[in-house]
């Protein structure tokens, strides 16, 4: 089992404060897990609080930050975190188009199946 440690983020911007409009955000890496089709879309990393910030394609898709020990939570519960050793920075804009939902909502918000 590989660990994720914060010396694999290091080469990210750090956390400014600033909040770009989404579209315009940076995303520099990405992190998947194959078993789940989750995909995690990071564009900075604060090495002190080892949190990362980015976008999220899971349940939801959402803006988030996260933790490396969120992240290290998930590969020790048995699921294979991967990085996308073709993954190019692009704004987000750029690369919305390309990310598919995993799951669809009714109106209701109940999931539904893809």
């Known amino acids: 089992m590989n660990l994720l440690n914060k010396e694999q983020f290091n080469n990210l911007p750090k956390s400014q404060g600033d909040y770009l409009p989404e579209e315009e955000t ?3 890496t990405a ?4 078993e ?3 995909t995690f879309y990071i564009a900075e990393f604060d090495s ?3 949190e990362l910030f980015g976008f999220v394609n899971g349940l939801e898709q959402e803006w988030r930050y996260y933790t490396l020990y969120e992240l290290n939570e998930i590969i020790e519960g048995g699921w294979q975190m991967v990085f996308d050793t073709y993954f190019q920075p692009q ?3 750029e690369l919305k188009p ?3 939902p995993l799951i669809e ?3 209701e918000g109940n999931m539904i199946d893809i």
């Not at 992190?31 to 194959?34: D, F, G, K, N």
């Open 48 to 50: 002190e609080k080892e």
């Open 91 to 93: 704004k987000f804009s």
């Open 105 to 107: 909502r009714d109106s």
């Open 36 to 38: 789940s089709g989750w």
């Open 98 to 100: 390309t990310i598919k």
């Open 26 to 28: 940076v995303i520099h």
């Open 31 to 34: 992190l998947y897990i194959a």
